[in-house]
């Protein structure tokens, strides 16, 4: 069987789940990710200006930053400290980063997580795409966010080779422009990947954001450590 006979049954059976995004002010409801359907669950938050202020730092200080690293969740501060220091309110954002390792450690009985802080100023991923992972957290503390398409708006058929060398807007992935979501900066989303139990064609499609000219962008993702080590 060919890839692309492959992939448009694929999107049939794709067609046939349900997956729905799930939003809440809490971060404690973001454990919802655990219910079937929910191929993408988002704390909806908004930054303290300490933080921008320290996100805005590093990615001066650190524009070609990447932070690559498999931790302990008791270990996330020291790294952090010894990588921007302690000043220029740096101990906020430390404080944050660490609460959302130890709450993704929690949530997942995880003893290891693997860490990536990334400061870039072009679209890293500009393909949208699913994650080869179980589940992966992101979140952006500098510049635009990440997007994603609604599981019912895909043609699934049109990711990788079915796209047929076309640009995602142009290959009928999706139909219209209003289609792609995006997250705010500050948001938390995890996101359900292609290694999520029973969620092989349901996994969130998603790229990283597209607009503003000036891109500057001060992200952070965890993983699970077993697919990175």
């Known amino acids: 069987m060919n890839e692309l006979l492959t992939s448009i049954i694929d999107q049939k059976i794709a067609s046939q789940i349900y997956r729905k995004s799930y939003f809440s002010d809490e971060l404690k409801n973001i454990s919802k990710i655990y219910i079937d359907e929910i191929n993408i669950s988002i704390w909806k938050r908004q930054l303290n200006r300490n933080i921008i202020s320290a996100a805005e730092y590093i990615f001066h200080n650190k524009p070609n930053l990447t932070l690559s690293k498999i931790i302990q969740a008791r270990e996330i501060n020291n790294i952090l400290f010894n990588e921007f220091g302690e000043s220029n309110n740096i101990p906020y954002l430390v404080k944050d980063i660490s609460k959302l390792v ?3 450690c929690n ?3 995880l003893k290891y997580v693997w860490f990536r802080m990334d400061s870039i100023d072009h679209p890293m991923c500009p393909r949208f795409h699913v994650d080869k992972v179980k589940c992966r957290l992101i979140t952006t503390y500098l510049g635009p966010s990440m997007e994603w398409l609604p599981h019912h708006l895909v043609d699934r058929s049109k990711l990788g080779i079915g796209n047929q060398g076309k640009s995602d807007s142009k290959s009928g992935l999706y139909k219209k422009n209003t289609d792609i979501k995006r997250l705010d900066p500050g948001y938390v989303a995890l996101l359900k990947g292609t290694e999520w139990s029973g969620n ?7 790229r990283s954001p597209h607009t503003q000219s000036d ?10 450590p077993e697919l990175h080590s």
Do not use: E, I, T
């Open 107 to 109: 949530l997942f009985d």
């Open 215 to 224: 891109y500057k962008r001060l992200y952070l993702r965890m993983d699970s």
């Open 200 to 206: 092989q064609r349901g996994a969130v499609v998603h």
């Open 102 to 104: 130890n709450s993704f």
